[in-house]
């Protein structure tokens, strides 16, 4: 959940704020300009970039490119659009650079488990079939010809990039007034900086998440949390976590939230996923060896546990643990 602030002394802007219903999700946009009128323009411009961006990639959406991609034939090259083929060499970089705990190429397992639903256990034999018709491994691209050809019965979902490429594509239009994006709790900010000279953002507790227990102070750049508790489901006794591990096709055991922050919202996006699926063992220790700034917040015998890469302690301004 994030909120913002400006210094009440800066009388010259108007705030202007909309919020809309958008990637399945809340979305809040807000701006501070010479009037109300220039503010809402700057929010209809960005709106305008994120609608698109949603039905050029979701999967909920028949007419989607992505959607044409999931159902194009197995081994035939399928033709990006320009941006969509410089999206995936992001998408492939980092699926490469996290060694597969970045994996969009999991249609077939999400939907086994169905976690876009009332959540379920897969049947004996679903669950390793599934498995079986995911991962990048079944996907050739040729960034050259810009095609993607499926080798399999595979499926791409963007619920681990598709917001933070909305938001990059929204930055690119909205001017140099302050302007803050929140989709569904990822949120980025630009423009000049208020005269506050940054826009504070909680970070919750993933017990409780319209508690924040963190403040963080961004100027620029997308901050972006992946957490369990609030979304996982539990069939049958058994937790079904809506993050899945896409190497073992299995919920990722982790039950806190991690937190990044990059000046891409893609880059966020996807490495907030992956440290999930990572743990904090393992995830800080590759954090912290690449200069990303990643908070954990770890529930452990009724506290919460703080841990925080070297790129990340600079952000955080206040603390209520």
């Known amino acids: 959940t994030g909120y913002a602030v400006l210094s009440a002394e800066d009388t010259s802007a108007v705030f202007v704020s909309r919020e809309v219903f958008l990637m399945g999700t809340r979305a809040r946009l807000s701006t501070y300009a010479t009037s109300r009128d220039s503010g809402l323009a700057t929010l209809e411009s960005a709106l305008e970039v994120l ?29 990006a659009p320009p941006r969509l083929c410089r ?72 619920g681990a990039f598709g917001k933070g490429e909305a938001l990059d594509r929204a930055a690119a239009v909205v001017g140099d007034d302050p302007w803050m994006i929140d989709i569904g709790g990822q949120i980025t900010v630009g423009g000049r900086a208020p005269q506050a000279g940054s826009w504070p953002i909680g970070v919750a507790d993933p017990r409780q998440r319209d508690r924040p227990v963190l403040q963080v102070e961004m100027t620029r750049g997308s901050l972006s949390t992946s957490g369990g508790s609030e979304r996982d489901l539990v069939v049958n006794g058994v937790r079904v976590g809506h993050v899945l ?31 999930y699926v990572m743990g904090p063992e393992v995830g800080l220790r590759w954090a912290e060896a690449r200069g990303i700034a990643a908070c954990y917040l770890i529930p452990e015998f009724g506290t919460l546990r703080v841990e925080t890469t070297r790129a990340f302690r600079g952000l955080v301004t206040t603390s209520s643990l």
Do not use: Y
């Not at 490119?65 to 090259?77: D, F, K, T, W, Y």
């Not at 999400?110 to 876009?116: E, R, S, T, V």
């Not at 806190?256 to 996923?273: C, N, P, Q, R």
């Open 51 to 79: 609608e698109d961006t949603e039905e050029e990639l979701s999967t909920w959406r028949q007419s989607s490119q992505i959607s044409a991609l999931n159902r194009h034939p197995v081994g035939e090259p399928w033709t």
């Open 87 to 158: 999206m995936f060499v992001d998408v492939w970089e980092w699926h490469r650079a996290t060694d597969g705990a970045f994996d969009p190429a999991i249609g077939r397992l999400l939907a086994a488990w169905d976690i876009h639903g009332e959540g379920a256990v897969p049947a004996l034999e679903a669950g390793p079939k599934a498995l079986a018709s995911s991962g990048m491994a079944l996907l050739a691209f040729d960034q050259r010809r810009c095609t993607l050809t499926r080798r399999a019965d595979v499926a791409i979902d963007v």
């Open 245 to 275: 591990d896409p190497r073992t096709g299995l919920p990722a055991t982790f039950q806190g939230s991690v937190t990044v922050w990059h000046e891409l919202g893609i880059t966020a996006d996807v490495l907030s996923t992956a440290l």
